[in-house]
């Protein structure tokens, strides 16, 4: 595996304010891995990349990706964790965590607990968990830290994250959410995502249902 280095620095400056800078420094790698490959529903308006899927609806943007990740036979533990999100076209959209489910194989298994809602790109809080800029965004990724699988089975409510409930959130602005469902992480299985928990006005927002596949996928990552 070829490692390339790299240091460079920005310099932001503002009409009144004196000059700040921002320091960056990393080694970058190509790798390749098996993952869950989510596959565009027929007739939906949206794209794939890589590991991610993004649909385009009239009420809302939703972008998916199922961390069902292999690196050379080393997978993350379960439970399985599902990053969404979230950009409303309006202040009327709620989302009802409880309707969030995963079919493994043809078995529906049980969400564990879930985070959010944060701002994707400004939260620490949704960093820590995942929930914060992802590696495919950039192709440069940053260490990604995680909450431990003690504070996700418990639903550690100081941590932000909670059981599902019934109780409708309301979203007003583009937010992200991890949700954890109890079933093996490994990409061998074949996963059906249903986003039935979204409302627009009181009415239900019809998600078409997301099939994820085992496939290989190439990423250049970031290592400090």
């Known amino acids: 595996m070829m490692f390339i280095c790299r240091r460079g620095f920005r310099v932001l ?15 970058v790698a ?8 989510p596959q565009l529903p027929t ?7 890589s590991d991610l899927i993004e649909l385009d609806l009239p009420e809302l943007t939703v972008q998916a990706q199922l961390q069902a990740i292999n690196w050379s036979g080393q997978y993350l533990l379960p439970p399985l ?15 009802n965590t409880a309707r969030i489910s995963l079919v493994s194989d043809g078995q529906v298994t049980p969400t ?24 495919y965004r ?16 418990r639903a550690d409510n100081e941590m932000g994250i909670f059981r599902p409930s019934d109780e409708p959130i309301l979203l007003k ?9 109890d079933t093996d992480p490994q990409p061998d299985h074949t996963f059906e995502l249903k986003l039935e928990g979204f409302s627009y006005n009181g009415n239900p ?17 970031g290592f400090p």
Not at 211 to 220: A, D, I, P, R, S
Request: glycine share 10%; with cysteine.
């Open 13 to 27: 400056a503002g009409r009144v304010s004196v000059l700040v800078a921002l320091v960056l420094s990393a080694c």
């Open 30 to 37: 190509p790798i390749r891995y098996e993952t869950a490959i």
């Open 43 to 49: 007739g939906s308006q949206g794209r794939i990349q």
């Open 81 to 95: 964790g599902l990053w969404l999100n979230i950009e409303p076209k309006s202040d009327s959209v709620r989302l």
């Open 112 to 135: 564990v607990a879930y985070l959010g809602p944060d701002t994707a790109w400004f939260s620490p809080r949704a960093l820590a968990a995942g929930c914060g800029p992802r590696f």
């Open 138 to 153: 950039t192709g440069i990724g940053l260490t990604r830290l995680a909450v431990s699988q003690e504070a996700v089975n």
């Open 173 to 181: 602005k583009a937010s992200c959410f991890m949700f954890w469902f």
């Open 205 to 221: 927002v019809v998600i078409p249902h997301i099939l994820f596949e085992k496939g290989t996928v190439g990423q250049v990552r």
